[in-house]
């Protein structure tokens, strides 16, 4: 852990972790009917948040078929379905928020989450889009919370027609990808050979988007 996000943890854990009003959320329109809305600093406490679950979630490495090899998943994961408790209270509290500040808009409410931890720059996630489920259909939202090291989050459109776009995502944030944005565009998190601390990201999505 990078000696400076571990001095902060220390000098900030007694904050607990909570929720600023998901009011002041920014949207941004990209191309195809998607869309992404921007909450910088929407937790608080988020140095707590994240040294509890580096350290209560059960983090597990998975391995995957790669054409002929198997290679190990450049990140530590976790997942919690519909209707388990996740690991901090706060994410409860966030998921119930996020279900009906944008209830008209989706027609149902984020249920699941899944949870990455990207112990350093070596770790990453390729270029993808959520849809092994419904969002390879279906217009629909896909919900992130980040805690620790800042890392931007690339997104391209899929057809290749336009610029990658990097959108910084810093302790405490949140990101919202929605519209047609898990079928028309793809997103990644890119290595990094800076020296960088780890990161942890939850994800919320709606049932059968995965
Ligand atoms: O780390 C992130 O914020 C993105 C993770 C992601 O895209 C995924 O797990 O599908
Ligand atoms: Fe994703």
């Not at 994240?50 to 078929?65: D, G, I, K, M, Y």
């Not at 302790?171 to 944005?181: E, F, K, P, R, T």
Request: glycine fraction near 10%.
């Amino acid at each position: 852990m990078a000696a400076s996000l571990q001095g902060s943890l220390f000098d900030a854990a007694a904050e607990e972790a909570g929720l600023r009003p998901l009011t002041a959320v920014r949207r941004t329109p990209l191309a195809h009917g998607a869309w992404i809305d921007v909450l910088p600093g929407w937790l608080t406490g988020a140095d707590a948040l994240f040294a509890h679950l580096a350290h209560a979630v059960p983090w597990h490495a998975e391995r995957r078929q790669m054409y002929e090899r198997t290679v190990d998943v450049p990140r530590l994961l976790a997942s919690y379905r519909a209707g388990n408790p996740l690991p901090h209270p706060v994410l409860d509290a966030a998921r119930d928020r996020l279900s009906a500040h944008y209830a008209a808009e989706l027609g149902e409410p984020f249920v699941s989450a899944g949870l990455c931890f990207y112990r350093d720059g070596r770790d990453s996630v390729a270029w993808h889009g959520d849809r092994i489920g419904r969002g390879a259909t279906q217009n629909t939202m896909v919900a992130i919370v980040s805690v620790g090291q800042p890392r931007p989050l690339l997104l391209r459109p899929r057809d290749g027609g336009g610029p990658t776009l990097r959108w910084p995502l810093g302790h405490g944030d949140l990101i919202v990808m929605g519209g047609s944005c898990q079928r028309t565009w793809d997103h990644a998190i890119s290595k990094s050979r800076r020296a960088t601390g780890p990161r942890i990201s939850v994800q919320f999505r709606p049932r059968g988007v995965a």
